[in-house]
């Protein structure tokens, strides 16, 4: 029967997915503190009595914005519900109003940043409040520490709290001052609860960062708008880095998935002299980004393909992997450029959005056919 009735881009006929609405539950609403992010961004943040939600005990819960809390009129002391968007990221639902909600005070936003007490911008049109301080030490912080992750520059040992220590020490002031650890070493061992052996450690993935693929080290840069896939794409277009660096807005905009927005930050980015200073640090530190070779001749070779859905054999970044390993480009988003969609159970917008645009939408057992897997 499961023959016969055969299967569609978004799944087998003979079969429905059920998508289970989010354990949800209540606890008591402590305060709303406020968190800076490495563009500068300010969100507040719930700080939670602690309570379990889908087997995880959660004390702090994202507010997403100011017009978001605003919008679901949380109050300090409110009983509040709160789930796991996604079963991952936990966040508040709303209040549970009782009679004495309305006598809390209504949270106002800060006017100053909660770091470095820099006044907050919020531009017009964008629901964001900024704190344009480039010295923040939040922002530093979390530039570093993007900039050292595993999808970037992936250095070992570098993680939140040794990173606000070495900012404390001034031993780092950037993502340069990284590779300049070494010069320190003799301070680094003097340090408390820092032994020799992880000192070692680090200083030896620091050093192997040196020559990541140029893709990790572009996206290692944080330029708003460049993420993983858009990196890949523009190290495979220019092959090197000082080529990325005098890339005209023309020359970006001929890229695979990258977009007039895109390509404006870039050539932003790459022309403030705090950047470019940075830049020629970490080339005189020793970086030597390896180039990404394209695979030729590949099955989805000049292509761009998006997925959308569950997968049921492999997961989202394997089969992402597999179109760049032959020779595609995996998208994000549909748009003028996208030129199959892979669809799964659960497929939303994006399939809307293919469909309309009339391109190809194919199940995920057809992809598999086309790899060969």
Known sequence: AQTLLGSTSRGPRWAIAYKFAAEQTTTRLLAISCNVGRTGTVTPVAELDPVKVGGVTVSRATLHNFDDL?????????????????????????????ANHADRPIPEPPSVCPVCQSTLVRKEGEVALKCF??????????????????????????????VLRFIEEGFIGDSRGIYRLRERRAELEAMERLAEQSVANL???????????????????????????????LAKHFGTLSSLRSATFEELVEVRDIGPNTAGEIVEYFQ??????????????????QPVEAPVGGKFSGLTVVFTG??????????????????????SSVGPKTDLL???????????????????????DEFLTLTGK
């Open 133 to 162: 301080n480039r010295l923040c030490p939040a922002q530093t912080a979390e530039k570093i520490l993007h900039f050292a992750s595993r999808g970037a520059m992936d250095i070992d040992g570098l993680g939140a709290k040794l």
């Open 272 to 289: 403030e002299p705090e950047n470019r200073s940075m830049l020629n640090g970490l080339v005189a530190a020793g970086i030597d980004p």
């Open 310 to 331: 569950k997968l049921e054999h492999m997961t989202r970044e394997e089969a992402e992997n597999l179109v760049r390993a032959l020779g595609g480009a995996a998208g």
């Open 203 to 233: 200083l030896d993935g620091i050093e192997a960062s040196k020559r990541r693929p140029l893709n990790r080290l572009i996206y290692a840069l944080g330029i708003h708008q460049v993420g993983s896939t858009a990196s890949l794409e």
């Open 70 to 98: 605003k919008r679901k009129d949380v109050r300090v002391g409110d009983e509040v519900v709160v789930q796991r968007a996604g079963d991952v990221i936990p966040e508040i639902v709303g209040p549970m109003l009782d």
């Open 342 to 364: 892979v669809a799964g159970p659960g497929a939303g917008s994006k399939l809307d959005k293919a469909t309309e645009a009339g391109i190809e939408v194919i199940s995920e």
